[in-house]
């Protein structure tokens, strides 16, 4: 008897080492690296963030298909896949080619042999079989996890049930509007392009819009659009074309969620978030890709049953499940993913490495920052001008 609980505390002390050796990849820590390197000669600067680069999680960049189309995870499985533990050594429960694994802060991915619906087994040698549990009802998500006799609760990144992700302003967002359109854009020297955007909707019927801002379906859970409307210069709205037209074989077609916005609406969102979450909005000092009309907010949708796909997380999700490289979730969700970041990043675009949602136009720098609402657009057959 002594033997076997030896055994079993032997198994549960080496699935939690001491100290890991990778860590996932943590945006802010890059963050604080360009404002360190900010001051350091460009030669060594380029030494220490190349150095640094090599050390994360994120993905290379590669113009490949994602490969075949994976089958989804078992319906019984989805109410267990998520993120346990405190925030500082959570792991994640994911699913990959049709099997749950573990995965640990160190990186390293055990699988989860099953032994009922709710219960598992990991075998991480040398120490032999830790028992798995997991506390749920029904189809709702579990609520915590046992590993042997210790318990971790689920970490609630996000909204599980599809509904949007919300914040709680800063301050009342009448306000914050008020201030946005007294205030003026950061004054921006060089020659820029004549800005010449396009209507996204009139490109292709397989375009659909879901302008979450022009609702109160939105993180602020109140509009800041006066119109459900998307706008693109014109090249990056011809690249957004050609990207539709790669993933259209595929039975998807683009469900566009933002794309020009008008610089007051980037200082409201900015104002109104909580510091923790600002890796997530655009400092209006800087101007943001969507101001110059050079930014699209986008995702999957089956062109057969109209449906958007699901992904890693939800839209505007001011969570790690956001990142384009998140390792969590189920084969389909990252596959969808990376399908689309493929089709786009063929076209010119690059995915922000905070949301995998957002793409940049390769030319965004050669336009100037817009402040001008949807309905104060004007468009020339080849411009539009501001009143």
């Known amino acids: 008897m002594h033997r076997q609980l030896g055994r079993h505390f032997q198994a549960v002390t080496n699935f939690f080492p001491r100290r890991s050796r990778v860590r996932y990849y943590d945006r802010r820590v890059k963050q604080a690296l360009h404002k360190l390197l900010r001051g350091l000669p460009l030669c060594v600067g380029i030494l220490a963030l190349s150095f640094f680069t090599t050390q994360s999680y994120a993905q290379a960049v590669s113009l490949a298909a994602p490969g075949p189309k994976p089958a989804d995870s078992r319906r019984a499985w989805k109410p267990l896949i998520g993120e346990y533990g405190p925030e500082q050594a959570a792991f994640i429960v994911l699913e990959k080619s049709g099997a749950l694994f573990l995965r640990k802060d160190d990186g390293k991915e055990l699988r989860l042999e099953p032994r009922s619906s709710d219960d598992f087994a990991v075998i991480d040698p040398p120490a032999g079989a830790l028992p798995v549990h997991f506390v749920h009802t029904h189809s709702r998500p579990a609520s915590s996890i046992s590993l042997g006799d210790l318990t971790f609760h689920r970490r609630m990144l996000g909204p599980e ?64 659009y006066t119109q459900a409307r998307a706008f693109l210069q014109r090249p990056a709205a011809d690249a957004l074309l050609r990207a539709l037209q790669r993933l259209q074989p595929f039975g998807y077609g683009l469900l566009i969620h933002d794309a020009y916005r008008p610089w007051y609406v980037t200082k409201i969102f900015w104002d109104a978030t909580p510091p923790e979450g600002k890796i997530f909005v655009a400092d209006p000092s800087q101007g943001s890709r969507h101001n110059r009309g050079c930014a699209v907010d986008l995702t999957l949708y089956e062109l057969k049953a ?82």
């Open 161 to 224: 049930d599809g509904q949007e992700f919300r914040i709680q302003p800063s301050r009342p967002i009448d306000e914050l509007r008020k201030e946005a359109l007294a205030a003026s854009p950061p004054h921006e020297d060089g020659a820029f392009r004549g800005p010449d955007l396009v209507d996204l909707a009139s490109l292709d019927s397989t375009i659909h819009l879901d302008i979450r801002y022009a609702t109160a379906n939105d993180f602020l859970g109140t509009p800041v």
């Open 306 to 387: 109209g449906k958007p796909v699901e992904m890693t997380g939800t839209y505007d999700e001011m969570s790690r499940r956001s990142f384009p490289d998140y390792p969590g979730g189920t084969s389909l969700q990252r596959w969808h993913r990376d399908l689309l970041r493929w089709a786009m990043e063929s076209e010119g675009f690059t995915v922000y490495e905070h949301e995998w949602w957002h793409f940049d136009y390769k030319d965004w720098r050669e336009y100037p920052i817009l402040n001008v609402a949807f309905e104060k657009l004007q468009f020339a057959p080849k411009k539009i001008r501001e009143d």
